[in-house]
C-alpha cells in the first residue's frame, strides 16, 4: 500500500514539472513566453506603452542636453588661441595657429597698401586694413567649415549604409568602422579614422561618436552619437538603429534643400540691397570723381563715410536677421 502511495506520488510530481516545462520546451510558447516577460519587464519599468515612448524621448532630450553642455563647456574651458585651433580643425586646412596670423598680418598689410593708393589717407586706411586682416581670414575659415559640414552631412548616409549592410552581413561593427575609414569619401573618411583610432586605445564606441559629434559639432552626428548611446544602453540590433537614422537623415537632407530653393529669392534680394551702396558710389565717382573724392579727401566726408559704412553694415544684419526668421518661420 505505502508501494502505490509512493509511486502514485511520484507520478503526479513528474507530470506536474513536465506540464510546467512544456511552455519552455514548445519553441512557440517559448517566445510567446519571452515575449511576455519583456512586455511585463517594459510595464514594470515604463508602465504602458505610452510611459515607454515617453520615456525614451526623454532620455533622447536629455542626450541631447547633456551634449550641448558638454559643449559649452569645451568652449568656456579653452581659451582663445585653443578656440582658433579647433576651428581651424573643423575647417580640414593644414595651416597651424601661427600661420593663421601671419596670413591675417599679410591681409591687413595688403588691404593698407590697397587703401592708402586708393584714398591717399593713412588715418582712414590704418582702421579699415586692419578690419579687413581680422575679418577676411575668418570669414574665409567659416565659409570652409560650412563647406566641410556639407560635405561630411551629405556623405554620411551612405556611410551608415555600409554600416548597415556589414553589419547586417555578420561582420564586427570595428571592421565595418575600419570599411568606411577606408574607402569613403572624405570628410567622412578622415572623421572615421579617428573613431577607429580612438577605439584602438580603449574608448567604447559611444565614446569614439561622441568625440566625433565635438569635431564635427552639427546636429547628424549628435543624432549618431544618441543612436549609438541608446543602442548600447537598451540594446539591440544596431543595424535597424543605423538604418533608421541613415533614412531620416536622408529625408531631412530633402527638407533642407527644399527650404533653400524656397529661399533663393529671399537671399537674393538680400544681396542686391546690400550690394546697392557700394554700386551706388562707384556709378557716381565714374560719373563726378571731383566731387566723389570729398569722401575720403576731407576730415567731414571721411566722418560721413564711416557713419554710412557701419550704417550699411548694420543694415545688412538686419536683412540676415529677417532672412532668417522669415525661414524659421518665426
Known amino acids: 500500500m505505502q508501494t502505490l502511495a509512493a509511486l502514485f506520488g511520484a507520478c503526479s510530481v513528474s507530470l506536474l514539472v513536465m506540464g510546467s516545462l512544456y511552455q519552455y520546451l514548445n519553441p512557440s510558447l517559448a517566445s510567446d513566453r519571452k515575449r511576455a516577460f519583456v512586455d511585463r519587464t517594459r510595464a514594470a519599468l515604463f ?3 505610452r510611459t515607454a515612448r515617453h520615456a525614451r524621448r526623454q532620455m533622447i532630450m536629455e542626450r541631447l542636453a547633456q551634449l550641448s553642455r558638454d559643449e559649452q563647456a ?12 579647433l576651428r581651424l580643425e573643423r575647417s580640414g586646412l593644414s595651416w597651424s595657429r601661427s600661420q593663421y596670423r601671419r596670413v591675417q598680418i599679410g591681409v591687413s598689410v595688403l588691404a593698407f597698401l590697397v587703401l592708402v593708393v586708393a584714398t591717399g589717407s593713412v588715418i582712414l586706411s590704418l582702421p579699415l586694413a586692419f578690419a ?10 567659416e565659409r570652409k567649415i560650412a563647406a566641410r ?3 561630411f552631412s551629405h556623405e554620411l548616409p551612405n556611410a551608415l549604409d555600409v554600416l548597415v549592410r556589414g553589419t547586417r552581413a555578420g561582420l564586427p561593427v570595428s571592421e565595418c568602422i575600419r570599411s568606411v575609414a577606408r574607402e569613403a569619401a572624405e570628410p567622412v573618411r578622415t572623421e572615421f579614422e579617428l573613431v577607429v583610432h580612438a577605439q584602438s586605445i580603449g574608448a567604447s564606441l ?3 561618436t561622441e568625440m566625433l559629434a565635438h569635431r564635427v559639432p552639427i546636429s547628424d552626428t549628435r543624432f549618431l552619437a544618441i543612436a549609438i548611446s541608446i543602442q548600447e544602453t537598451e540594446g539591440g540590433a544596431i543595424a535597424d538603429t543605423l538604418s533608421n537614422l541613415s533614412n531620416t537623415l536622408r529625408e531631412r537632407r530633402k527638407l533642407n534643400e527644399k527650404i533653400e530653393a524656397m529661399g533663393s529669392s529671399a537671399r ?3 544681396k542686391a540691397l546690400a550690394a546697392m551702396p557700394f554700386l551706388l558710389l562707384g556709378l557716381t565717382y565714374f560719373m563726378d570723381p571731383e566731387r566723389t573724392q570729398v569722401l575720403w579727401t576731407t576730415t567731414s566726408g571721411r566722418i560721413v563715410t564711416a557713419v554710412c559704412v557701419v550704417w550699411v553694415l548694420i543694415g545688412f544684419f538686419v536683412l540676415k536677421r529677417m532672412q532668417d526668421n522669415a525661414m524659421s518661420g518665426g
Open 74 to 85: 569645451r568652449r568656456g574651458a579653452g581659451d582663445r588661441a585653443r578656440a582658433v585651433e
Open 132 to 141: 579687413a586682416g581680422f575679418m577676411l581670414p575668418a570669414a574665409y575659415l
Open 47 to 49: 508602465g504602458d506603452e
Open 268 to 270: 537674393s534680394s538680400a
Open 206 to 208: 559611444t565614446d569614439a
Open 149 to 151: 559640414y556639407a560635405a
